[in-house]
């Protein structure tokens, strides 16, 4: 799925990684563009009108696994994702969570998501973000965010790193 498979953990490095997400430039305007690794295509990144999406890990897939392997593995993907968000709210205090069940409903429905949601739900990066926003960065505010999750029971979990310049919500749901 990603070029991040196979790769171990550490903390330290996706604190780095998201912390040069959030300095990088983002285009202004344009198509919404996936990468992938020239060798193997396997998804690098994400780029569209306003946003990144990186990935930062990739767990191991869970095609066979039942219950106490595939607890394990979400377990294991969960604390990861605690630990850079414990890390994260050191550098600039609570995050919030925004929901993803809403655009992903929309999304399988084909009705129109904003442009991030759309790049994570193409990757199959369904779990929530933990958001924080506005940051200064001296090139005008940002929002960062981070999250962890998988789009069905077999396939592995993925950590990903959103930037955007401008606010992370998720869509409202508007059912009756």
């Known amino acids: 799925m ?4 196979g790769e171990v953990f550490d903390t330290r490095r996706a604190v780095f ?3 040069a997400l959030l300095a990088a430039p983002v285009p ?7 990468e992938g690794e020239p060798a193997t295509g396997e998804w690098t990144g994400t780029r569209g009108e306003g946003f990144a999406l990186v990935p ?5 897939g869970l095609t066979g696994a039942y219950e106490p392997e595939w607890n394990e593995a979400v377990g294991t993907g ?23 069940h809403v655009p992903l ?3 399988q429905a084909g009705e129109p998501v904003p442009p991030l949601f759309e790049a994570m739900l193409s990757q ?6 933990a958001v924080w926003g506005p940051l200064d960065t001296g090139d005008g505010p ?22 955007s310049d401008r606010p992370v919500t998720a869509p409202e749901d508007q059912r009756p």
């Open 56 to 60: 930062l890990w990739e767990g191991e």
């Open 17 to 19: 990684e998201v912390e």
């Open 78 to 100: 969960e604390q990861h994702l605690a630990d850079l968000v414990g890390e994260l709210e050191r550098r600039w205090g609570p995050h919030r969570r925004v929901a993803t």
């Open 124 to 129: 199959d990066c369904y779990g929530d973000l």
């Open 28 to 34: 202004a305007a344009g198509p919404t563009v996936a």
């Open 105 to 107: 409903f929309r999304w």
């Open 142 to 163: 940002r929002w960062i965010g981070v999250s962890v999750g998988h789009s069905d029971g077999d396939a592995p979990l993925v950590m990903v790193a959103a930037v």
């Open 2 to 5: 990603s070029a991040r498979a």
